[in-house]
């Protein structure tokens, strides 16, 4: 992103909190692995949306109407026997001069030069219970200023939610945004079918893992958006399954949830398909029904359709094919008034995404369910799990796990589908795997 676009941010929010007002923002802490090892950095998703600055031990100060300066960073110093150590470190002048911080003080003089900002300002936006550490530190802060009122010292008088504001900004996508999005998603489709490509029985599931964390890496995405699904036959009916560590058999189908963070903002995408390449007719019939339930769904988005729309459309699609299948019985008003077909499709047709794989972002207003609108960034992926040995269910049916998901942008006419370099078709998904690539 350029600094243009994180000053407009900026400035959006400053006009929301209107003058006297203070917003302060902390950068994540470094995550311990184990012992006195780090997972690689990653800035927290609030605190880069309105900086773009990388380095943890960092807070942010907006001051709307402040002169000199309305954007203060609070940062690490440069030292140089220190950064032979971790890497170079960008300090007080890099702050201003990369990142156009109009102010910047070493993180060691928080608790002397944040509290005096506190004192002019009568309302503080804050992220309460995020960090622990700074929410004590904001408590001993207002405190010491509140002990000052005889000198005529008021301070604040009001706290605000920030993340109510911010999570609604990053709800709409900017155009610069949506690229870099459709940049991971077509990153990560190469990941897609490059698993499809190399797929036969007798590999294993983190083999499988492995070629699509390297697609994504040497293609610059070097981060995951989150743990890879890798599911083989019954793993595939685990949700969430991410321990990757089993053979593939041939006659089962693999499902794959997989998709790269790209300068931090992520895909996410999932594909099923046959280990052998081949869907057997229980595994098509079943793939077809979550296929037609999700181009239904994709059909309803679109601005003047509200956040529902897309699930409604494919439960009643997905219902009304199980009742044909005879895995449901009953008329199809009556199977969804009872939600029967949560038993086999337990979870929501989509969530937001953006800068975090399950982004903010609120689903409902006063109430009602949010009206969707362009800029805003979805995924949609229907499925169906039918773990072994499952009671009343023909043993054909057993271990079949499929989910079928793309991500969606909303436009001024319909939608985007930023993923659609996947192949989902029956069709489609057998041609490419008779195509098969060997192993690295």
Known sequence: MSTNEYKRRRGQLMRMMGPGSIAILPS???????????????????????????????????????????????????????????????????????????????????????????????????????????????????????????????????????????????????????????????????????????????????????????????????????????GGGANGCVLHYIDNRDLLRDGDLLLIDAGCELDCYASDITRTFPVNGRFTAPQQALYELVLEAQLAAIEKVKPGNHWNDPHDAAVRVITRGLIELGILKGDLSSVIEKEAYKRFYMHRTGHWLGMDVHDVGDYKVDGAWRMLEPGMVLTVEPGLYIPGRSKGVARKWWNIGIRIEDDVVVTKTGCEILSKDVPKSVQEIETLMAKQQPER
């Open 28 to 230: 994540a802490p470094m995550a311990r692995r184990n012992r006195d090892a780090h997972y690689r950095y990653r800035p927290d998703s609030d605190f880069y949306y309105l900086t773009g600055f990388p380095e943890p031990n960092a807070v942010l100060a907006l001051i709307p109407g402040r002169k000199p300066a309305e954007f203060i960073l609070f940062c690490q110093e440069r030292d140089l026997d220190k950064e032979v150590w971790d890497g170079p470190r960008y300090g007080q002048e890099g702050a201003k001069e990369e990142f156009d911080a109009e102010d910047s003080f070493p993180i060691g003089d928080l608790d002397e030069i944040l509290p005096r900002m506190l004192e002019q300002c009568e309302r503080v936006y804050y992220a309460m219970g995020y960090s622990t550490e700074l929410d004590k530190r904001m408590s001993e802060w207002i405190s010491g200023i509140r002990e000052k009122s005889r000198a005529g010292i008021q301070g604040p008088l009001e706290f605000v939610a920030l993340d109510h504001y911010l999570h609604d900004m990053r709800l709409y996508k900017s155009r610069s945004e949506i690229k870099k999005m459709r940049d991971a998603a077509k990153i990560s489709a190469r990941a897609h079918l490059r698993a499809m490509q190399i797929c036969r029985p007798g590999i294993g599931e983190w083999q499988v893992e492995a070629e699509i964390i390297h697609t994504c890496a040497v293609a610059g995405a070097r981060e995951q958006a989150y743990s890879p699904i890798v």
